[in-house]
């Protein structure tokens, strides 16, 4: 009995281990046409998102106006000391090169009152300005990251922030958006839960 309950233990690591806790629509595939990513929401807006049927998220401006572009995001529970893996594919197209405009991953955790405890606006884990990347190439932007003191859930937010130069802004896709628990904490989490279960 001890035996299965231990083998069962590894299998529900692994496979929490390997999970996105994006709850909705990480891979962007399945709508079409102008309109907020399905499972996402706008936490603001000053230009145009679209999902296009690409299988990939597409956010762009005209430098028109100043703030042009604008931010999706999901909500995450989340718990204080966790380590979590994040990533996000970018992509700058060659036909709508990025001008005077940024792209960024920002990671937000919030306590129970709803303060921020990483900064007023979050922390950008990947930030790409105009020219950073190789046109029409995916790159990958990852890394690990814990959760702070007091957390009890978190945002993930894509954004597109353009500029007030005529001419400015160009466009940005996003694409597998991915948060991950990581193995050592996961592991941890199991291992308490194992003698809890021996000590009964």
Do not use: C
Not at 157 to 171: D, E, K, P, Y
């Amino acid at each position: 009995m001890k035996k299965l309950l231990t083998l069962l233990l590894i299998l529900s690591v692994a496979t929490i281990a390997n999970a996105n806790l994006i709850p909705n629509n990480g891979d962007f595939g399945g709508a079409t046409g102008m309109a907020v990513a399905t499972g996402w929401t706008t936490a603001w807006n000053g230009g145009t998102w679209a999902d296009l049927g690409q299988n990939a998220y597409k956010a762009w401006g005209d430098g028109a106006q100043w703030g042009t572009g604008g931010a999706n995001v999901q909500n995450i529970e989340m718990y204080a000391g966790t380590t979590v893996g994040y990533s996000i594919d970018i992509l700058d197209p060659s036909i709508e090169l990025m001008a005077g405009a940024t792209a960024s991953l920002v990671l937000t955790f919030i306590d129970v009152s709803n303060n921020n405890l990483n900064g007023t606006w979050g922390t950008a884990y990947a930030l790409v300005a105009s020219g950073a990347l190789t046109a029409d190439t995916w790159t990958t932007f990852s890394g690990t990251v814990a959760a702070p003191l007091g957390t009890t859930h978190m945002s993930y937010q894509i954004q597109f922030q353009g500029t007030s130069v005529l001419g400015g802004g160009g466009a940005i896709w996003f694409d597998n958006a991915v948060l991950t628990p990581e193995p050592m904490t996961v592991a941890l989490l199991g291992l308490g839960g194992l003698f809890l279960r021996r000590r009964k």
